[in-house]
């Protein structure tokens, strides 16, 4: 399937890619945990419409994929794919109400899985997370299943604020920026694995009506085992403001393809 066809790419855009640094200043917020939970929803109700690309490399066991990749979301359904330096696409994924449709090329097979995703991210990485709440963690925005959870623990400590989120089998601990409210690191413990989530290089982007976001443009995901890990760094990221081709997110894949069912 055309990757042009995958990708429609002339879509009108508000853009990002010009972006402006953020200024090294000593100004500092005072933020409480109420501010944190509405700043977030509001990230999350801005950025539920963008086009991104992106440096991504992850090393999972024996899998080890890298390379510039495409990000397009539109509501509650998107798709990622990583390409070669030839560009030549090795990786692509696709999320949507049926769930994950995930296709290795050097494999040339495609793994389907239901329940948001979330048995495809256990199975192969690790972690408990359906692909929109990984989404979510990219672009700064702690899963609304978390931000549900938060106790209220909430202190100020060398230059940011701390909070906790605990349910009977995690415990996660966050950090976010004195400076400009977002996110700085995620140490979420669960069934005795510790994953950590750092945010670093912040610049202003996505700016609507004068108003900019800032996104940690290097966002580093450290999985249980101590080699493994997900990698992304963000080149742009632009908010949409037509809906892009229907064709971009088709899950129609050539019959060479061997699909396997996860949740069977």
């Known amino acids: 399937?055309?990757?042009?066809?995958?990708?429609?790419?002339?879509?009108?855009?508000?853009?990002?890619?010009?972006?402006?640094?953020?200024?090294?200043?000593?100004?500092?917020?005072?933020?409480?945990?109420?501010?944190?939970?509405?700043?977030?929803?509001?990230?999350?109700?801005?950025?539920?419409?963008?086009?991104?690309?992106m440096r991504l490399k992850y090393e999972v066991g024996q899998r080890a994929i890298s390379g510039e990749a495409r990000f397009l979301k539109d509501k509650n359904k998107s798709r990622l794919e990583v390409s070669d330096p030839m560009g030549r696409v090795h990786y692509w994924l696709i999320g949507d109400s049926l769930g994950t449709l995930a296709f290795y090329d050097a494999e040339k097979t495609a793994y389907q899985s239901g329940k948001e995703g979330r048995t495809y991210f256990r199975k192969f990485f690790g972690i408990n997370l359906s692909w929109t709440e990984l989404e979510n963690l990219w672009m700064g925005i702690l899963p609304p299943a978390w931000r549900a959870q938060l106790t209220g623990d909430w202190t100020s400590k060398e230059g940011s604020f701390e909070g906790k989120i605990r349910n009977d089998k995690e415990l996660i601990n966050f950090q976010v920026s004195e400076k400009n409210g977002e996110l700085q690191q995620v140490l979420w413990r669960t069934e005795n694995k510790l994953i950590e989530i750092l945010f670093t290089d912040f610049d202003a982007c996505?700016?609507?009506?004068?108003?900019?976001?800032?996104?940690?443009?290097?966002?580093s995901i450290k999985l249980p085992s101590?080699?493994?890990?997900?990698?992304?760094?963000?080149?742009?990221?632009?908010?949409?403001?037509?809906?892009?081709?229907?064709?971009?997110?088709?899950?129609?894949?050539?019959?060479?393809?061997?699909?396997?069912?996860?949740e069977e």
Do not use: Y
């Open 1 to 53: 399937m055309s990757r042009l066809l995958l990708f429609c790419f002339g879509l009108q855009i508000i853009s990002c890619s010009g972006l402006v640094a953020v200024k090294d200043t000593q100004t500092t917020l005072q933020l409480s945990q109420s501010d944190f939970l509405k700043k977030q929803e509001l990230r999350q109700q801005e950025l539920v419409s963008v086009r991104g690309k």
């Open 226 to 262: 101590r080699s493994d890990k997900i990698e992304l760094e963000w080149e742009e990221l632009n908010l949409l403001v037509e809906e892009p081709n229907p064709l971009g997110f088709s899950r129609k894949i050539s019959a060479r393809i061997k699909r396997v069912d996860l």
């Open 206 to 219: 996505c700016s609507r009506e004068g108003v900019q976001t800032q996104l940690g443009h290097s966002v």
